[in-house]
T-cell receptor
Framework: DGGITQSPKYLFRKEGQNVTLSCEQN?????MYWYRQDPGQGLRLIYY???????QKGDIAEGYSVSREKKESFPLTVTSAQKNPTAFYLC?????????????FGSGTRLTVV | KQEVTQIPAALSVPEGENLVLNCSFT??????LQWFRQDPGKGLTSLLL?????REQTSGRLNASLDKSSGRSTLYIAASQPGDSATYLC???????????????FGKGTLLTVNP
């Protein structure tokens, strides 16, 4: 079955560490996205990529970095510059820009700073 | 800047009741609107997508409507069941702000509890 795989499901980060969250899709979708979810704040866009080797900052990109070397993969690195990284991270993809295309989401990674 | 509001924030109903969840958005220049369901600690499951040119979509016991000019959408759930208990999220794609062609803007959700 086609879908989005996020790993790991749970991740613990020590202060000052960089960690990378994995997102892989086999839907042949062009666009991929990273969202952060915090209680009471809803989902906020971190980064998005419309095509391979191109990505754009979202609303809360500071302290995060991404790469898009393959169509199927869009990993997110949470750097030590992100002051409050504890959150639920969701990866999504969509076929393209048309109105008929919706988003498909992965099952998420919960990141906790210890 | 596109803003999405969902009312009510929480709703508790007895099993079998029909119910309506509301969503409003500030910028009517949208491509589409999507309703999602989220169970605790899980990802988002897409329920219905309504394109900007459409008025409603139906899937089983779910019916979503869209009034783009007034910036409103409703999700109607018929004959609710305990398994419908979850958080329901409304999201719109598009708006007049830069880079919005791809971006989904979410409401904060409605937490639905269906009691047996």
């Amino acid at each position: 079955d086609g879908g989005i795989t996020q790993s790991p499901k749970y991740l613990f980060r020590k202060e000052g560490q960089n960690v990378t969250l994995s997102c892989e899709q086999n839907l042949n979708h062009d666009a991929m996205y990273w969202y952060r979810q915090d209680p009471g704040q809803g989902l906020r866009l971190i980064y998005y990529s419309q095509i391979v080797n191109d990505f754009q900052k979202g609303d809360i990109a500071e302290g995060y970095s991404v790469s898009r070397e393959k169509k199927e993969s869009f990993p997110l690195t949470v750097t030590s510059a992100q002051k409050n990284p504890t959150a639920f991270y969701l990866c999504a993809s969509s076929m393209g820009q048309g109105a008929a295309y919706g988003y498909t989401f992965g099952s998420g990674t919960r990141l906790t700073v210890v | 800047k596109q803003e999405v509001t969902q009312i009510p924030a929480a709703l508790s109903v007895p099993e079998g009741e029909n119910l309506v969840l509301n969503c409003s958005f500030t910028d009517s220049a949208i491509y589409n609107l999507q309703w999602f369901r989220q169970d605790p600690g899980k990802g988002l499951t897409s329920l219905l997508l309504i394109q900007s040119s459409q008025r409603e979509q139906t899937s089983g016991r779910l019916n979503a409507s869209l009034d783009k000019s007034s910036g409103r959408s409703t999700l109607y759930i018929a004959a609710s069941q305990p398994g419908d208990s979850a958080t329901y999220l409304c999201a719109v794609r598009g708006g007049r702000s830069g880079g919005s062609n791809y971006k989904l803007t979410f409401g904060k959700g409605t937490l639905l509890t269906v009691n047996p």
